[in-house]
């Protein structure tokens, strides 16, 4: 636990009014957008990088553990604090660098708001591709710790296939520059390997982004489907047509009466699902391809399929697929929302199963995910006042995520491990599998000051807990 | 004790995990072994680990022939050609490291698939080859490297541990991204011995149309009127007029040629030839077309076997590319050798072919490259082929390499004594 004098030579790295140590302040550093808390001992808005090397040196020296924050916005607890920990919040590391439109770049740093990158650029008719839901709130620089994704990352891919150089600063305070905006790089690809890795091997300070020139024509369409069944058996039907649309996204009956409840998109009420489904690029073919998923629709017994007549419409129909969550909360105090994925065809077939489930444990979930490239979001709605209610919906979320695995899938598809995954690895990885993984976070983060207890199985290393003198980061490690 | 003795052993040892037939002694020293599966492919280095040797893993040897590898053991992938999975509805597939390219072709394209690495010598070229060296070809530019659509991989490390990195789906972030490591890593990290990859559906007809130019200066401009346009090419290449001529000798036009290649229906490629425009000299297709795309894509592959040839592989700033060739063609003049370009200039990727008649091309590619590095400095990241080390500029995150190294490969066995 940093002691009063660390919190003082904190800020006297970053300013005196750049350190939070009150019990009311820090509260609202205790939680990300999952269900884990933690209250840090301080919160720390560096403005630098070289700030940020001098505080990770101070971690070392005083001997407490340090977590990056975004805008908090995760899923999987990846910014949450290990007991006695210091949070690094970007905040105040939040300017666009630079925008190099001739090699179709920008250098930003870590606080810079996702949507904000796009919007920078849109007079000169560039964006920034991946889209999470959160993309007003959240942070390029959480982004690249957690490998995030979004809607249109069935086209275009997620994160790390949009950054190409990173400034970082490792666990021992030193500061490496890996990448930059060449295609390639010279040497291993150390910038994919750091994004994705949840904090856990370094501190990223700036990074360099890659725009994409906007499409021409975009058309936007609304399958409505009378049953689950039908709009699942689209999607792959759709992408047996040879289709890859820019998004392909699906809501279940309940889910879009939550939402057209919530935010009037004009969804159908009385509809078994709905497919959202985005095509881009040049106007002669976004208009082969409408009319192709169209038809395709059409055979998979679709009642009705609408097209967003302009901008407004289309604007519409993504708020209710952006605010989805949000909407939610409407009908119960709290969620829980997975992340699993399984091979596309196998969609029908985990829907069938997560309907199992929820009557099994009698509890309501939703569905309402990035069903182009199978990725699950499943919510489970729940009181987080009443302890065995939580119980329930982990060990739910436990059933489906084994499915999504033995049906060949994952148990993550963007939001990341985490504090609230990590003992489900095993389900993924080997030993072996996750002891090559320990010895690459080691060779940066031996000592595990870094975002210590994350991403790594716990219960594997339980057997050498010790007692409450050991020393705090190891502690939180769980070694 | 000799090189020939340790082989001697070692080969008993290596007869023993991989079978009589699959280990026999190098002419140039040492052994060659080809084990069958993942766990002999353990087995292997941990032997190499225990006996102090170095291994360097081989493929179709695309990149430099595998009897120049400064090595004690010389593992080649030829039986690991284990189909793991295809879904072709999920439009994935997972194949062994000594699956040839073009089997993987064959296999998807029954399906109207394809899968989108168009490197060199595709009936030699290994899927463990393409990854290690993170090779590409002109569909670089419409479909992006391999690092963007391999979904996952299995690998044994240095030190002899079997572990896999992704999985079989196309998204998919638990753990750390290892496929991002070992792509690229030139075999110094660990043998890869199987991955799984996205496939994309395959284009129902394609066109390529030639514009030709006086200079380079000219067809870059015209490059960033396509880049600029809303039309998204298959690929986009630039070919030099020395390229051009390696590839079709008969040609006599000195002429710069960007090509686009364009996929869709009748109607899109209308809309191509209507943006592209005038400068538009010649369309190809069928057999025509490919035929132009398979020299494009071999230009240099017969390279590994001649001293007088050598290749590099730059990337640069999209907007460096007309003064990097500039330099390059300059520089080339006043070393006394001929420098063939092509290149995915939309992106910023450029093919350099050195030949020197009178001199050793390697020489000449060395001098090449420092001239570029004075003048570009850490705008440029340079691969050569088949050299002992395939990065010429050493990183500026070598500490950071050395410590992955460490982690996955700590006696240094993997391509020991030729990278590190």
């Known amino acids: 636990m940093p002691t009063p004098a660390v919190v003082e030579q904190l800020r006297k790295i970053a300013g005196r009014d750049a350190v939070l140590d009150r019990p009311e302040d820090l509260m609202l550093y205790e939680y990300d957008a999952g269900v884990r808390k933690c209250t840090p001992a301080a919160v720390v808005f560096p403005q630098n990088t070289e700030q940020v090397a001098q505080i990770m040196r101070l971690a070392n020296s005083a001997g407490f553990p340090v977590v990056a924050r975004g805008a908090g916005t995760g899923l999987s607890g990846g910014a949450i604090a290990p007991e006695g920990g210091v949070v690094v919040a970007f905040a105040r590391m939040n300017r666009i660098l630079e925008v190099d439109a001739d090699n179709m770049r920008a250098v930003v740093q870590p606080g810079v708001v996702n949507q904000q990158m796009s919007d920078t650029v849109a007079h000169l008719g560039l964006y920034f591709a991946p889209d999470p839901s959160s993309q007003k709130a959240c942070t390029i620089g959480g982004n690249v710790a957690e490998n995030s994704g979004g809607p249109h990352t069935l086209m275009y891919g997620v994160t790390v296939n949009h950054v190409t150089g990173l400034t970082v600063v490792l666990p021992s305070g030193e500061v490496v520059h890996f990448g930059g905006k060449t295609a390639e790089s010279s040497g291993y690809d150390l910038t994919g390997f750091v994004v994705g890795s949840e904090g856990t091997v370094g501190i990223v300070t700036e990074i360099t982004v890659r725009l994409l020139r906007r499409p021409e024509r975009i058309a936007t369409l609304l399958g409505i489907f009378e049953t689950i069944d039908d709009g699942a058996k689209t999607v792959a039907a759709i992408t047996a047509e040879g289709i890859t649309p820019a998004a392909l996204e699906m809501l279940d009956g309940w889910t879009l009466r939550a939402v057209e409840a919530a935010c009037h998109a004009g969804y159908p009420l009385d509809a078994g699902a709905v497919l959202l489904i985005e095509l881009e690029g040049l106007a002669e073919l976004v208009e082969e391809q409408a009319e192709a998923v169209r038809t395709v629709c059409f055979e998979q017994r679709a009642r009705e399929v609408r097209r967003a007549k302009d901008e407004n419409e289309r604007t519409l129909l993504w708020k209710g697929r952006k605010t989805a969550f949000a909407a939610l909360g409407r009908l119960a105090p709290s969620y829980y929302s997975q992340d699993g994925v399984v091979p596309r065809t196998r969609i029908p077939a985990v829907l069938e199963f997560i309907g199992e489930v929820a009557k099994k444990y009698g509890l309501r979930i939703g569905n309402i995910f990035h069903a182009g490239d199978g990725n699950l979001h499943p919510l489970i709605l729940f009181d987080p006042r009443d302890p065995r209610q939580l119980e329930l919906v982990q060990a739910a979320s436990t059933e489906i995520l084994e499915w999504c695995v033995n049906a060949g899938g994952s148990i993550t598809g963007e939001h990341g491990v985490g504090l609230e995954k990590r003992n489900l690895m095993p389900l993924l990885f080997t030993d072996d599998d996750l002891d090559v993984m320990l010895s690459l976070r080691n060779a940066f983060n031996a000592a595990g000051v870094l975002n210590p207890g994350k991403l790594f199985p716990t219960t594997r290393m339980c057997r050498e807990t010790t007692g409450p003198s050991a020393n705090p980061v190891l502690q939180a490690e769980g070694m | ?420």
């Open chain 2, 1 to 420: 004790v000799s090189t020939t003795e340790v082989a001697t052993g070692v080969l008993r040892e290596l007869r023993t995990i991989c079978g009589d037939d699959n280990a026999r002694e190098r002419p140039a020293g040492g052994v060659y072994v080809s084990p069958a599966s993942a766990e002999e492919v353990a087995a292997v280095l941990r032997l190499a680990n225990e006996h102090h040797l170095t291994v360097a893993p081989a493929g179709g040897s695309t990149h430099g022939s595998a009897a120049l590898l400064h090595t004690d053991i010389v593992l080649h992938t030829n039986l690991l050609t284990q189909v793991e999975h295809y879904d072709h509805a999920d439009l994935t597939v997972g194949v062994g490291a000594g699956t040839t390219i073009a089997q993987l072709d064959a296999m998807v394209k029954a399906d109207k698939l394809m899968f989108a690495s168009d490197p060199a010598l595709p009936e030699r070229c290994t899927i463990g080859g393409l990854l290690a060296t993170a090779s590409h070809g002109p569909l670089r530019h419409g479909y992006g490297g391999v690092r963007d659509y391999c979904i996952g991989v299995r690998f044994v490390t240095g030190e002899g541990r079997r572990a896999k990195g992704g999985g079989r789906v196309v998204k998919n972030v638990a753990g750390y991204d290892l496929m991002k490591l070992l792509i690229g890593s030139y075999g110094t990290l660990a043998l890869i011995t199987s991955a799984s990859f996205k496939l994309f559906p395959a284009p129902r007809q394609t066109r390529t149309f030639l514009a030709e130019f006086a200079t380079a200066k000219e067809a870059l401009e015209y490059r960033d009127r396509v880049m600029a346009s809303p039309l998204s090419p298959m690929c986009l290449e630039l070919v030099s007029p020395g390229a051009r001529k390696i590839m079709r000798p008969e040609m006599m036009q000195d002429s710069w040629v960007i090509c686009v290649r364009a996929a869709g229906s009748d109607a899109v490629l209308a809309r191509y030839r209507k943006e592209l425009g005038l400068a538009v000299s010649r369309e190809l297709e069928g057999e025509n077309e490919r035929g132009m795309w398979k020299a494009i894509e071999d230009l240099g592959c017969e390279v590994a076997a001649d001293s007088h040839a050598e290749m590099i592989y730059l990337s640069v700033w999209p907007r460096d590319v007309s003064p990097v060739v500039d330099a390059a063609l300059e520089a080339s003049a006043l070393e006394g050798v001929d420098v063939s370009v092509i290149g995915r200039v939309g992106i910023g990727l450029l093919m350099l072919r050195i030949g020197a008649a009178e001199r050793s091309a390697s020489e000449g590619a060395s001098a090449l490259i420092e001239t570029l590095r004075q003048k570009f400095a850490d705008r440029i990241a340079v691969k050569a082929k088949g050299a002992t080390n395939p990065w010429p500029i050493a990183s500026p995150s070598l500490a950071s390499m050395r410590a992955v190294k460490h982690a996955l490969d700590p006696s240094n066995v993997l391509r020991g004594r030729e990278v590190f």
